[in-house]
C-alpha cells in the first residue's frame, strides 16, 4: 500500500482514521501523563506523535488491511517498549523544585568565563559550519529533499555532525546568557546577532517543526536552573514560558511558510488551502512506515541479510570509513520509497516496532529489542538528569542528549547517529574550551607577575 493507496482508504473511512487519531493521542497523552511536565516539555510532541502513529496500526486492523499476526507483534512491542521506558521515575515536576530551599551550592566546578569561552566556540563553530553547509549546497528548504544535504559518503557528513552538536550547544547557552547570566554591552550585543542568526537558519532549514526546537531548550533550560537553583529563579521562569508561548505561536506560522515554500518549489499552488491539505496529510502520516510496509506483506520484501547491528551504527561505521560507503545499507525508511516509487531521496521513519517486526522473527528477541529502547531512552531522559551534577555545563550535556530523544521514538538509527555525534564533538568544544580558558589564564598570570 503506497501513499495514494492509503489516502484513497483513508477517504472511504474518514471518520474512523479521526476518531482513530484523536483517540489514541489522548490514549497517550494519559500513559505519558507522569512524564509529561508542561506542553513545552518535548514529551508532549512525543506521545501526541506516538498516538497518531500507533493509531495507523489499529485503524488498519480495524479494516483488516493487515495480518493479525503483525498487529499482535506491534501491541506486545509497544507493550515492552512502556515497560522499559516505565523502569526510571519521572523528572519532579516544576511545582517541587519551585518548592525548595536550595540546600547546597551549586558544584561550580566551572566558573562564568569557562561558560562564556564555550559559548564563543561553539555559537562561531555553529555560523562557520552553517555558512559553509549553506556554500556548497544551497538553502536547505529549496532542496528536493533536506535530508540529502550531508549525504552522499564525500566526508562532508562531519560539518553536520558538528553543526548538530555545536549549534546545541550553542543555543542552550545563548538562553542561559539572556536570562540568567549578566553580560556586559558587546555581549549583548553579539547575543542577539547570534539570535537572529538562529531563527534564520531554523525558517530556511526546510524542518516544519524547528522553532519548537528552541522551545525545548528553553524548558531543559528551566529544568536544570531550577534544580540549581530552586525558588530562587521564579521571575525568570515566568519570562521564558511567556517567550515560550510566542515561539508555539510563531512555530505554526513557520510550518505553513515551509509549505508554503515548498509547493512553490516544486510548481503546486501555495494557498491556505492547499497548505491545510499538505499538514492534514501529515498528521495522519507520523504511522506512514507501517501502512507503507505491513499491508499485502510488504516488510518481508524489505528484509536485508546485513542485519540490525549494521544499520543502527553504520553512519558511525561509514564516518570511520571501517565500512565503505558503498557497502553500508540503505536507510530502512529510504528502503521503504525506493520500493515503492523507485530512487526517491526520503523516506518514513523506521519506528522501533517496525524495526523489530523487520529483523528479528521471534518474539522474544522483538520484545527484548523495545524493552531495551524504552529502557535507554528513559535513561537519558529521567535518570541522566538526576545524575548531572548541579552545574550549567552538565546542564549542557543534558540537554544534547535529552532533546535527542525525540528521534529515538521515531528512528533508532537517527539517535544513535545524534547520541555519538555529542560524544565526539561535545569532547571537541571542551578541548578547545579547556585549552582556551587555560591559554587566557596564563596569559594573565605572566602579564602581572
Given at each position: ?35 509529561i511536565l508542561s506542553v513545552f516539555d518535548p514529551m508532549f510532541l512525543i506521545a501526541v506523535a506516538s498516538g497518531l502513529a500507533n493509531a495507523i496500526v489499529f485503524y488498519l486492523f480495524y479494516l483488516n488491511a493487515i495480518k493479525s499476526h503483525y498487529f499482535y507483534s506491534f501491541v506486545i512491542t509497544e507493550l515492552a517498549f512502556l515497560t522499559g521506558f516505565f523502569v526510571f521515575k519521572p523528572i519532579k515536576r516544576f511545582k517541587y523544585f519551585l518548592n525548595q530551599e536550595v540546600s547546597s551550592k ?344
Amino acid at each position: 500500500m503506497n501513499y495514494v493507496d492509503f489516502f484513497l482508504l483513508a477517504a472511504d473511512n474518514l471518520y474512523s482514521l479521526i476518531l482513530f487519531s484523536i483517540g489514541f493521542s489522548i490514549l497517550y497523552l494519559l500513559i505519558y501523563k507522569k512524564y509529561i511536565l508542561s506542553v513545552f516539555d518535548p514529551m508532549f510532541l512525543i506521545a501526541v506523535a506516538s498516538g497518531l502513529a500507533n493509531a495507523i496500526v489499529f485503524y488498519l486492523f480495524y479494516l483488516n488491511a493487515i495480518k493479525s499476526h503483525y498487529f499482535y507483534s506491534f501491541v506486545i512491542t509497544e507493550l515492552a517498549f512502556l515497560t522499559g521506558f516505565f523502569v526510571f521515575k519521572p523528572i519532579k515536576r516544576f511545582k517541587y523544585f519551585l518548592n525548595q530551599e536550595v540546600s547546597s551550592k551549586p558544584n561550580d566546578i566551572f566558573e562564568e568565563n569557562f561558560l562564556t569561552i564555550m559559548f564563543y566556540w561553539a555559537s562561531l563553530i555553529h555560523v562557520f559550519s552553517q555558512v559553509i553547509t549553506y556554500i556548497v549546497v544551497g538553502l536547505p528548504i529549496l532542496l528536493e529533499s533536506r535530508l540529502t544535504t550531508y549525504a552522499g559518503g564525500s566526508g562532508f557528513g562531519i560539518i553536520g555532525r558538528l553543526l548538530d552538536v555545536a549549534s546545541g550547544i550553542g543555543i542552550f547557552l545563548l538562553f542561559y546568557r539572556i536570562f540568567y547570566s549578566f553580560n556586559n554591552s558587546l555581549g549583548k550585543i553579539y547575543n542577539y546577532l547570534y539570535l537572529i542568526f538562529v531563527v534564520f537558519a531554523l525558517v530556511v532549514s526546510g524542518n516544519k517543526t524547528n522553532l519548537l526546537f528552541l522551545i525545548y531548550y528553553l524548558f531543559i533550560l528551566n529544568l536544570f536552573m531550577l534544580k540549581i537553583k530552586g525558588k530562587n529563579i521564579f521571575t525568570q521562569i515566568s519570562k521564558i514560558q511567556r517567550v515560550q508561548k510566542i515561539l508555539l505561536f510563531a512555530s505554526i506560522a513557520l510550518i505553513f511558510l515551509v509549505i508554503a515554500v515548498q509547493l512553490t518549489t516544486i510548481g503546486s499552488d501555495s494557498d491556505f488551502s492547499s497548505s491545510l491539505l499538505v499538514l492534514g496529510k501529515r498528521i495522519v502520516s507520523f504511522g506512514d512506515i507501517y501502512y507503507l510496509t505491513l499491508p499485502n506483506d510488504v516488510i518481508k520484501q524489505l528484509k536485508d541479510n546485513q542485519g540490525p547491528f549494521l544499520q543502527l551504527f553504520k553512519d558511525q561505521l561509514g564516518m570511520f570509513r571501517i565500512i565503505p560507503y558503498n557497502d553500508l545499507p540503505v536507510d530502512n525508511g529510504f528502503a521503504v520509497s525506493y520500493y515503492h516509487y523507485g530512487d526517491v531521496p526520503s523516506g518514513p521513519n523506521p519506528r522501533y516496532n517496525y524495526f523489530a517486526l523487520l529483523y528479528f522473527d521471534s518474539y522474544v528477541a522483538q520484545i527484548a529489542y523495545c524493552f531495551s529502547i524504552g529502557f535507554f531512552l528513559s535513561f537519558l531522559r529521567n535518570k541522566l538528569f538526576h545524575l548531572m551534577p548541579k552545574n550549567i555545563i552538565f546542564g549542557v550535556v543534558y540537554a544534547l542528549f535529552g532533546i535527542n530523544i525525540i528521534y529515538g521514538f521515531q528512528d533508532m538509527p537517527t539517535m544513535v547517529l545524534k547520541c555519538t555525534s555529542v560524544i565526539y564533538f561535545f569532547s571537541l568544544i571542551f578541548g578547545l574550551t579547556y585549552i582556551t580558558a587555560l591559554f587566557l589564564k596564563t596569559n594573565w598570570i605572566n602579564k602581572y607577575q
